[in-house]
C-alpha cells in the first residue's frame, strides 16, 4: 500500500458538472490537493444546456402571463415576446458558452483543470489524453447524456434535437414536435410556447409528468397551454420535405419543423475505463454505497449514479463524498428530495407521493392566490400533505412559486418534525404558506378521526 505522498494528487474529479465542482471545492476546502478533468465546458449540462438556460428561456412567457393575469397591468401589456433579446439573454446567462469564468473560480478555489478525455487506467490513476496521474481518490462524475429511443426510424433522423439544441436554439421554429412529457419535456414545450412557436407534447404515458405525484401531471396537463397528445407511443419517425413526422397506432400523424427528443437520460459510463476497476455499471449507472464510495479510493456522484438526476442531488451527493474522504463518516439520505418543474404553474413535490393520512386543500384557500389572478377559483392550484398520523412524510403542489414555498415542507420531513409543532408554526399573512396552516388542521382532524 503507497502513502498519499506518492500520488500526484489527493483527489481527482473526472467530470467537471455542478456536482463535480462542488466535491472539488469542498475537499479543496478541507486541505486537499484536488484536480478536474473536464473534456468539454466546466459547469456541464446544467450550467451549459439544462438548469440555467431552460429557466432563462422559460421566464419572458412566465412573466408576460403573470401580467396579463393582472387587471392594471395586463393593458401595458401591448405587444409579444421579443424571441431575439430572450435568447441574448441566454447567451449572456450562459456566459455565450465560454467557461473562462469557471476556470478562474476554479483555480482561485485551489482545484487544478485538467483539459481532456479522462479515463480510468487501474485503481488510483486516471489517464488524460497521453498523460497519467495517480491519486488516493478518483470520484467519477461524467453525468449523463439524452436517452434517444429505439423508436423506428428515429435514430437515423438528420438533426433531432437533445436538451442541447433545444436550450442552444438560435431561431424559434414555427411548429415544434417534443417527445416526452418529463420535466424535460414540460418545460421546453412551454418555453417555446412562450417564444412564439406552435408546441405538440407528446408522450406514451397518458398524463404529463408520469414519474410525480398523478394528480400534479393531471392539473398541470390542463394548465400547460400546450397541444397534448398522450397514451400512445410514435410506432414509426421519418423526415421527408423539410418536416419531421411521427406516426401513431391509430393512424393519427403529427408534423414539426424540429424534433425535440426527450425521453430521458442515459449515463457516462462507457469508455471511462470502469474495466480496469473491475466496475460493471448497471443500466441506470455506476452503483454506490450510501457514503457514495463505489470501490477502495474510488467514487461517484451526480447522475452517472442514476440515482435522482437532479443538480441539487449531486451536489448533495458530493458533500457526503467530500465529507468521507475527509475524515468525517457520512450516509445520504434521500427521505426529503424536493423536486420542482419551473412550468406556469410551478410543480413541486417532496417525500412519499402516498401514505396513511393524506389532504389536499386547494390555493383558493388563501388570500395570496386572489392577488395573482381573478380566476382564482377555478386555476389548477393545490397542496397535498401525506403523514403517517406523527410527521410529514411527503408533500406535493402546483401553483405560483410552489417550488419556493413547499420547501418548508422539505425542512419538516426531512427533521421529522411533530404535526403539533407544525401546527404551532406562525404563517405569514397573505403568502402561500398559509395552505400549509390549512392542511395541516385538515390533516390534525382526519388523524383525530381514525
Ligand atoms: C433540460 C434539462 C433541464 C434540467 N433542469 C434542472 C433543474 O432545473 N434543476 C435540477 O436540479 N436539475 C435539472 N436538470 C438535471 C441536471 O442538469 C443534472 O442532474 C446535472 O447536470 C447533473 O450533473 P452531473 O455533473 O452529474 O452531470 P453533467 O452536468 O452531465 O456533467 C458531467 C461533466 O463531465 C464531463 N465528462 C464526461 N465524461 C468525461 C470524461 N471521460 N472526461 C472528462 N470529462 C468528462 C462532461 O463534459 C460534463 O461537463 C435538468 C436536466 C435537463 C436535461
Ligand atoms: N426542473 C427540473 O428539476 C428538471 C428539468 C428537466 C429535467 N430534470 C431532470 O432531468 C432528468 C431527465 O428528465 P427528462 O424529462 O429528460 O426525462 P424523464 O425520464 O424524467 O422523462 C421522460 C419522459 O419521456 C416519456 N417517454 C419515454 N419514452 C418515450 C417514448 N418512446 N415515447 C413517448 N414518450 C416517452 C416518459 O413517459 C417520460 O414522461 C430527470 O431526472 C429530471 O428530473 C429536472
Redesign the pocket.
Known amino acids: 500500500m503507497s502513502s498519499p505522498d506518492q500520488y500526484d494528487y489527493d483527489v481527482i474529479v473526472i467530470g467537471g458538472g455542478s456536482p463535480g465542482e462542488h466535491f472539488a471545492a469542498a475537499v479543496a476546502g478541507g486541505g486537499l490537493r484536488v484536480a478536474i478533468v473536464e473534456r468539454e465546458l466546466l459547469g456541464g449540462e446544467c450550467t451549459f444546456w439544462?438548469?440555467i438556460p431552460?429557466k432563462t428561456l422559460l421566464r419572458p412567457g412566465e412573466a408576460l402571463a403573470a401580467a396579463r393575469d393582472v387587471p392594471g397591468a395586463s393593458a401595458a401589456v401591448t405587444g409579444q415576446v421579443d424571441a431575439a433579446a430572450a435568447l441574448a439573454w441566454r447567451d449572456f446567462m450562459v456566459s455565450s458558452y465560454d467557461d473562462a469564468g469557471a476556470e478562474k473560480w476554479a483555480r482561485d478555489t485551489g482545484i487544478e483543470v485538467l483539459r481532456g478525455d479522462g479515463k480510468l487506467a487501474g485503481p488510483h490513476t486516471v489517464a488524460v489524453g497521453a498523460t497519467t496521474c495517480t491519486a488516493e481518490h478518483v470520484v467519477l462524475a461524467t453525468g449523463s447524456e439524452a436517452f434517444i429511443?429505439p423508436?423506428p426510424g428515429l435514430r437515423d433522423l438528420p438533426g433531432v434535437w437533445t436538451?442541447r439544441e433545444a436550450t442552444a436554439v438560435k431561431e424559434i421554429p414555427k411548429r415544434l414536435l417534443v417527445?416526452?412529457?418529463?420535466?424535460?419535456?414540460v418545460?421546453m414545450a412551454q418555453a417555446f410556447t412562450g417564444l412564439g412557436a406552435s408546441v405538440a407534447l407528446?408522450?406514451?404515458?397518458d398524463h404529463v409528468?408520469?414519474?410525480e405525484p398523478e394528480a400534479l401531471g393531471r392539473a398541470l396537463g390542463e394548465a400547460l397551454g400546450v397541444e397534448l397528445h398522450l397514451g400512445q407511443?410514435?410506432t414509426n419517425a421519418s423526415f421527408a420535405d423539410g418536416e419531421y413526422v411521427l406516426d401513431f397506432p391509430d393512424g393519427k400523424q403529427l408534423r414539426g419543423d424540429k424534433l425535440l427528443v426527450?425521453?430521458?437520460?442515459t449515463p457516462r459510463v462507457h469508455g471511462i475505463g470502469l474495466e480496469t476497476a473491475g466496475i460493471e455499471p448497471n443500466p441506470r449507472g455506476i452503483e454506490t454505497d450510501e457514503r457514495m464510495n463505489v470501490a477502495d479510493g474510488l467514487w461517484a456522484v451526480g447522475d452517472v449514479t442514476g440515482q435522482?438526476?437532479?443538480t441539487h442531488v449531486g451536489k448533495y451527493q458530493g458533500r457526503v463524498a467530500a465529507a468521507n474522504i475527509l475524515g468525517t463518516p457520512t450516509k445520504v439520505d434521500y427521505t426529503a428530495i424536493p423536486?420542482?418543474?419551473?412550468t406556469d404553474p410551478q410543480v413541486a413535490a417532496v417525500g412519499a407521493a402516498e401514505g396513511d393520512h393524506t389532504v389536499t386543500v386547494h390555493l383558493s384557500g388563501v388570500a395570496r392566490t386572489a392577488t395573482y389572478t381573478r380566476e382564482y377559483d377555478s386555476r389548477p392550484g393545490f397542496l397535498t400533505l401525506v403523514s403517517d398520523g406523527n410527521v410529514l412524510t411527503g408533500a406535493h403542489a402546483i401553483g405560483p412559486e410552489a417550488g419556493e414555498w413547499l420547501q418548508q415542507a422539505t425542512v419538516a420531513i426531512r427533521a421529522r418534525i411533530p404535526l403539533d409543532v407544525l401546527l404551532d408554526v406562525v404563517q405569514p399573512f397573505p403568502t402561500f404558506s398559509e395552505a400549509f396552516l390549512n392542511g395541516l388542521r385538515e390533516l390534525d382532524s382526519k388523524r383525530k378521526q381514525k
Not at 417527445?179 to 419535456?185: H, R
Not at 407528446?202 to 404515458?205: E, H, I, S
Not at 426527450?262 to 437520460?265: D, K, L, N, S
Open positions: 439544462a438548469c431552460s429511443p423508436i436538451n417527445l416526452g412529457a418529463g420535466p424535460t419535456g418545460e407528446v408522450d406514451g404515458a409528468l408520469p414519474r407511443h410514435a426527450a425521453t430521458g437520460r435522482w438526476n437532479l423536486r420542482v418543474v419551473f
